[in-house]
């Protein structure tokens, strides 16, 4: 079970920090990926982290301003955004059991790919 917290609403330029809490399974050696999906659109993949390796990968629209990483101990997923913009408002899923060691890297930001998701946190960007 994955679930999500930290969303809220924030004014562009501010920041916010999401975490996903994995119980009932060890992510170590996971894929794991944040996606995002706004109202009408598809949902896009935005930060991908392999558990085991710690090796990252961003959707050119955050690269920059989205860091993710993982607390193992805890069995946490989380998403730094800083300098938010408009445009970053949508509802954010954590994933995982994604592509395994997150090879090919084409494959890891497409939401098909992955077998396990949280319900959602939303972030409000204004």
């Known amino acids: 079970q994955l679930v999500e917290s930290g969303g809220g609403s924030v004014q562009a330029g501010g920041s916010l920090r999401l975490s996903c809490a994995a119980s009932?399974?060890?992510?170590?050696?996971?894929?794991m990926d944040w996606f995002r999906q706004a109202p009408g659109k598809e949902r896009e993949g935005v930060a991908v982290i392999y558990a085991g390796g710690g090796n990252t990968y961003y959707a050119d629209s955050v690269k920059g301003r989205f860091t993710i990483s993982q607390d193992n101990t805890k069995n946490t997923l989380y998403l730094q955004m800083n300098s938010l913009k408009p445009e970053d408002t949508a509802m954010y899923y954590c994933?995982?059991?994604?592509?395994?060691?997150?090879?090919?890297?084409?494959?890891?930001?497409?939401?098909?790919?992955?077998?396990?998701w949280g319900q959602g946190t939303q972030v409000t960007v204004s």
């Open positions: 994933a995982a059991d994604g592509p395994p060691r997150c090879r090919p890297v084409v494959a890891t930001l497409l939401p098909n790919e992955y077998n396990d």
């Open positions: 009932g399974y060890t992510y170590s050696r996971s894929c």
